[in-house]
């Protein structure tokens, strides 16, 4: 039944651990203590609906078909949180430009020379494109000799949809460093778009950074602010999936807050930045 204020009744706490459970498996995420936060958004999707009951709700995204697979993805858009911004902790693109001066990543020693970095739970796009930016400058400015891939990816589809239109509003554009404004953006009605030339060098993909699919191995992987939302046992499991992924000697940039001291197989070298020293955890 649908309250007469327009809501849905709360959840259960049976229901809230079948949810809580669904994003754990799906994800690694954990929600413990977020009873809330599951209440709130499922409500509101139930609502969005028009589905009163939470079994028949539940009973439809839990079935295999194309329409519960659909839900399952709105399910983990709505539990998901996309906060990001440009130039966030720019600390770490200050860095990574030096790493790449210095010649100290792993591709300045590599045949081929190509740069590789993946943005991992890269949600709207705002970090992978702030990689890019800096790829093509350290490129123009001749301290990047060979060419660069630029990999985001987040577990949430509708991340990944918005990341790929490159579309921001005018707060995001004004936190960028001038000279990539009219690089690298370009006005449209309400906010900026990403130059395609810029967009061309990204490619992005709906992916859980837990489970990834095979790729050449990175010279840097971003995956800032998205270990917070995740419990030790699945930190573990990201730790070793960044290690396997890493060229020896390459670099992990986690978030500001993220600070770990001891991360098996990584040394840490600066606030938040490890690099690739050991043999697998
Ligand atoms: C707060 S945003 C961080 C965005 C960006 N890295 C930054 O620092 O601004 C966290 C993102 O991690 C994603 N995420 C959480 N768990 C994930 C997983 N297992 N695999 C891939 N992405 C995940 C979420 O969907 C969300 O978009």
Redesign the pocket.
């Known amino acids: 039944m649908i309250h007469r204020s327009g809501r849905t009744p709360p959840l259960t706490e049976k229901q809230i651990g079948q949810v809580r459970q669904f994003m754990y498996d799906v994800?690694?995420?954990d929600l413990n203590d977020k009873a809330y936060l599951i209440n709130s958004k499922i409500g509101s999707l139930m609502f969005r609906l028009r589905i009163s009951s939470f079994d028949d709700f539940w009973h439809r995204a839990m079935t295999p078909d194309a329409a519960g697979d659909e839900l399952r993805y709105t399910i983990?858009d709505h539990l998901?949180?996309?906060?990001?911004?440009f130039w966030?902790?720019e600390r770490h693109f200050t860095y990574m430009k030096r790493l790449i001066r210095e010649k100290k990543l792993p591709c300045s020693a590599s045949e081929d020379g190509t740069c590789r970095v993946w943005?991992?739970?890269?949600?709207?796009g705002?970090?992978t494109y702030n990689i890019a930016m800096l790829l093509e400058d350290a490129s123009r400015e001749g301290i990047l000799t060979g060419s660069y891939e630029v990999i985001g990816?987040?577990?949430?589809r509708r991340?990944v949809r918005e990341a790929c239109k490159g579309h921001y509003d005018m707060t995001d554009y004004v936190r960028l460093p001038a000279p990539w404004r009219g690089g690298y953006m370009f006005h449209i009605p309400g906010g900026c778009e990403v130059k395609p030339k810029l967009r061309q060098t990204v490619q992005f993909r709906v992916?859980?950074?837990?489970d990834p699919a095979p790729s050449k191995p990175y010279d840097l992987i971003?995956?800032?602010?998205?270990m917070i939302?995740?419990d030790s046992i699945?930190q573990r499991r990201?730790f070793e999936v960044f290690h396997r992924s890493l060229l020896p000697g390459g670099y992990l940039f986690l978030?500001y807050t993220e600070l770990m001291w001891d991360i098996p197989g990584f040394t840490y070298i600066d606030p938040s930045v490890y690099q690739k020293t050991g043999g697998a955890p």
């Open positions: 994800c690694g995420i983990v998901t949180t996309h906060y990001s911004y966030r902790e943005s991992a739970g890269c949600s709207t705002q970090e990816s987040d577990i949430s991340a992916e859980n950074l837990l971003f995956c800032r602010n998205v939302y995740l699945s990201a978030g």
